[in-house]
């Protein structure tokens, strides 16, 4: 069992950046795929970001490569999604997941990850 504790949300200007939390708990190895989601109202959920916990493997959707980076704290068990350059149509509600089993090729697939955050709200807009 692995709790997932999500932080870092808010209301941004277009333009302005922010840098999400991701604090995990109970047992983990090096090859478990953390991923990134987020879903806006009206629309389906969408793959954002992943990486696996050693930070050797990273891998970002189209629309926010080169805008978000992944980075880690090994000693305090979190992971980072950081945020910039936001848009208003990145404004939605962002869930980190982790995927016990390691599938790194199958981190764009929201069904494969076991453990799921809060969700944290993330809002772009002037």
């Known amino acids: 069992q692995v709790d997932l504790v999500e932080s870092g949300g808010g209301l941004v200007q277009p333009g302005g950046s922010l840098r999400l939390s991701c604090g995990f708990s109970?047992?983990?190895?090096?090859?478990?795929?953390m991923g990134w989601f987020r879903q806006a109202p009206g629309k389906e959920r969408e793959f954002v970001a992943a990486?696996?916990?050693?930070?050797?493997?990273?891998y970002y959707a189209d629309s926010v490569k080169g805008r978000f980076t992944i980075s880690r704290d090994n000693a305090e068990n979190t992971v980072y999604l950081g945020m910039n350059s936001l848009r208003p149509e990145d404004t939605a509600v962002y869930y980190c997941?982790?995927?016990?089993?390691?599938?790194?090729?199958?981190?764009?697939?929201?069904?494969?990850?076991?453990?799921w955050g809060q969700g944290t709200q993330v809002t772009v807009s002037s």
């Open positions: 109970g047992r983990t190895n090096s090859n478990y795929v």
């Open positions: 997941a982790l995927d016990a089993r390691g599938r790194w090729g199958e981190r764009r697939d929201a069904r494969i990850y076991w453990y």
């Open positions: 990486s696996n916990l050693s930070g050797t493997n990273t």
